[in-house]
């Protein structure tokens, strides 16, 4: 079992920049891929960055000049910089984690509660 935490979240002006944190606890050694994912209000879920055990990442096309996804393997957290807010960014983030061999947004089978992020 993994358990994530999502903190960072919150309220900042168009422009600004938030750098989510999603700790992760529990059995963490077999994950392979993590991820951030967003839902914006009335919106599918859609995928922003993973990185896997290698530290490859990839992105949505949209976020890849804006967003940056990072880990730090000694305290077991995952990172979202994200810089140039946009009022089309307000939604909730969530992280997630997949213990298969894969980075397919399917395959991530541990999620985060999320943490909401509101543009003004």
């Known amino acids: 079992q993994v358990q994530l935490v999502e903190s960072g979240g919150g309220s900042v002006q168009a422009g600004g920049s938030l750098r989510l944190s999603c700790a992760a606890r529990g059995y963490t050694y077999d994950t392979y891929c993590m991820g951030w994912f967003r839902r914006p209000p009335g919106k599918e879920r859609e995928g922003i960055a993973v990185?896997?055990?290698?530290?490859?990442?990839a992105y949505a096309e949209s976020l890849k000049d804006r967003f940056t996804i990072s880990v730090d393997n000694a305290k077991n957290t995952l990172y979202l910089q994200m810089n140039s807010l946009k009022p089309e960014d307000p939604a909730m983030y969530y992280c997630?984690?997949?213990?298969?061999?894969?980075?397919?947004?399917?395959?991530?089978?541990?999620w985060g509660r999320g943490t909401q992020v509101t543009v003004s």
């Open positions: 997630a984690a997949s213990t298969r061999y894969s980075c397919a947004e399917v395959d991530f089978g541990y």
């Open positions: 990185i896997d055990s290698d530290g490859d990442t």
